[in-house]
């Protein structure tokens, strides 16, 4: 029975259902709707946690009514029989965990080369320049596999993709610490960044599968917090084990981490959160609530997607986002050394700053993001964190360009990227509105404008310091591109979806 078959009940009906009191009052409650009180239901904090999922909860019945369940049973048939519904479980975030995991060891193992680069060039017999070529390659075989590594997630499921991602980049790494000339060395960055091209798209579709539009911003940041911290424990960590093993065994020991990842990720996740056995309908009304379903893509309209004007304003605006943040990740540790004489483990200290505030940055953007939409809307909810951190990105650049030494270029740089990453999971959420149902394909088409800018950036930055004599042209060159990206922002709109 559907809600417009009784509309004397409708809303009135779910109100007056017991839907989220604890379950150790679960039968009393339900007798005694005005009485029995828990007393947790007294704290303000379980109180506005209850009353947020009670309202997504009688929001996703109200929309969903006459659709079945996975037991075959409507929302509507079970507030006829008068069935009371639980406290969701919180499944969800066993699924975050995992992909904020996931996220710290992907950094981890990318940002541990930029340390070890000095040792490597010098065991290795390398130039600067060779040196350049590594990150850079790494840059490519990631922006040339994006696409088809977020087509395979949305193809076969997230689940099927992800493990083997994480097993193969963990594997490439500690065969990184293996290798005996350039050639090699270059083969394996290649295999290594075309590995980790599909970690993202993936990981971020999955959070879209398990989280309700209401927290895609806060969720994506705690995933790119994540990423974050894994680049800013990757210097200082680095540095220490390589000044007490080598940076063969560095790499040995950091490849490892990710393959006890793989098997918890396996045997735990579902792409569907209806088929986990840890997964109650209240749970599940409450990830369903506020967007429609998403199903599994099949068919991409690829001549859509690559005609969508919205869609480039996207990649042209991620490729301003990761210009300065590749710098952080290959070159500044070389340029505190040897433009303000730090040692090798003071370096990977400084160079650990500007992650470190970044990863606060990813969650307070993605919340603060969220909090926006549900008063601004969608569209300014999201474009306006857009624009403002970007603008933020460029003064603090333009700032570490005229510092005088080590400690305010470093604090300056941490400030360009804290403003950076509060857009961040800002754009990852906008990228899987427009994108929907092929949304791991659309955030690998965005990121692959990171990709670009990981090859432009590292390059660039060493032309710009051998011309100029000096890193500081680069931060100036920063402050530009940033200013791009904020007026990039102005064209995005999260509402309008790729057509399909």
């Given at each position: ?7 004397e009940k409708g809303e009135s009906q779910i109100a007056n259902q017991p839907i989220l009191r604890q379950t150790a009052h679960y039968d009393r409650a339900a007798a ?274 690559l005609a969508d004007g919205n869609l480039w304003a996207i990649f042209g605006m991620y490729f301003c986002s990761a210009y300065g ?176």
């Amino acid at each position: 029975m559907c809600l417009h078959e009784f509309p004397e009940k409708g809303e009135s009906q779910i109100a007056n259902q017991p839907i989220l009191r604890q379950t150790a009052h679960y039968d009393r409650a339900a007798a005694h709707p005005d009485g029995m009180k828990s007393s947790l239901d007294a704290t303000p904090r379980f109180t506005r946690r209850r009353e947020a999922s009670r309202e997504a909860v009688m929001g996703y019945l109200l929309a969903e009514a006459c659709h079945p369940d996975r037991f075959g049973r409507s929302p509507a048939g079970l507030l006829e029989s008068g069935t009371p519904l639980m406290l969701p479980t919180s499944a969800r975030r066993a699924t975050l965990a995992l992909a904020v995991t996931a996220a710290f060891v992907a950094y981890l193992d990318r940002v541990c080369i930029s340390v070890a680069a000095p040792s490597m060039t010098e065991d290795l017999g390398l130039t600067s320049v060779q040196m350049g070529f590594v990150f850079s390659v790494f840059a490519l075989a990631y922006g040339v596999f994006e696409i088809p590594m977020g087509w395979l997630g949305d193809r076969f499921g997230q689940k099927l993709v992800m493990a083997p991602i994480v097993a193969g980049w963990s594997l490439l790494t500690v065969v990184t610490g293996m290798v005996r000339g350039f050639a090699v060395l270059i083969a394996v960055r290649f295999f290594f960044g075309a590995v980790q091209a599909g970690a993202f798209p993936t990981l971020t579709r999955a959070l879209a599968r398990w989280f309700p539009l209401a927290e895609r911003g806060r969720s994506t940041g705690l995933m790119w917090m994540g990423a974050r911290l894994g680049g800013a424990v990757a210097p200082p960590l680095a540095a220490l084990m390589i000044a007490w093993i080598d940076w063969r065994l560095t790499f040995a020991v950091l490849g490892t981490s990710g393959l006890a990842w793989c098997w918890v990720f396996w045997h735990w996740y579902r792409d569907d959160p209806a088929e986990h056995r840890a997964v109650n309908e209240a749970e599940l009304a409450y990830i369903r609530s506020g967007r429609p379903p998403v199903g599994r893509a099949h068919a991409v309209p690829w001549r859509s997607m690559l005609a969508d004007g919205n869609l480039w304003a996207i990649f042209g605006m991620y490729f301003c986002s990761a210009y300065g943040f590749f710098f952080f990740v290959t070159w500044l540790p070389t340029y505190l050394m040897e433009e303000h004489g730090l040692s090798l483990e003071r370096s990977g200290v400084y160079s650990a700053i500007p992650l470190f505030v970044g990863a606060i940055a990813c969650v307070s953007g993605g919340s603060f993001s969220d909090w926006l939409v549900k008063r601004k809307g969608l569209r300014w909810g999201r474009r306006s964190v857009g624009i403002g951190g970007f603008g933020l990105a460029a003064l603090g650049f333009a700032f570490a360009a005229m510092a005088d030494n080590a400690l305010p270029a470093v604090l300056w740089m941490s400030f360009a990227q804290g403003a950076q990453d509060l857009t961040l999971p800002v754009a990852w959420a906008v990228c899987i509105e427009v994108g929907h149902r092929y949304g791991g394909t659309a955030t690998g088409f965005m990121n692959t404008a990171s990709s670009a800018s990981a090859m432009i950036s590292p390059v660039t930055a060493a032309w710009l310091a051998a011309r100029f004599g000096s890193f500081e042209s680069m931060f100036w060159a920063a402050t530009i591109v940033y200013l791009v990206g904020a007026l990039l922002w102005f064209v995005i709109d999260p509402e309008r979806r790729v057509r399909g």
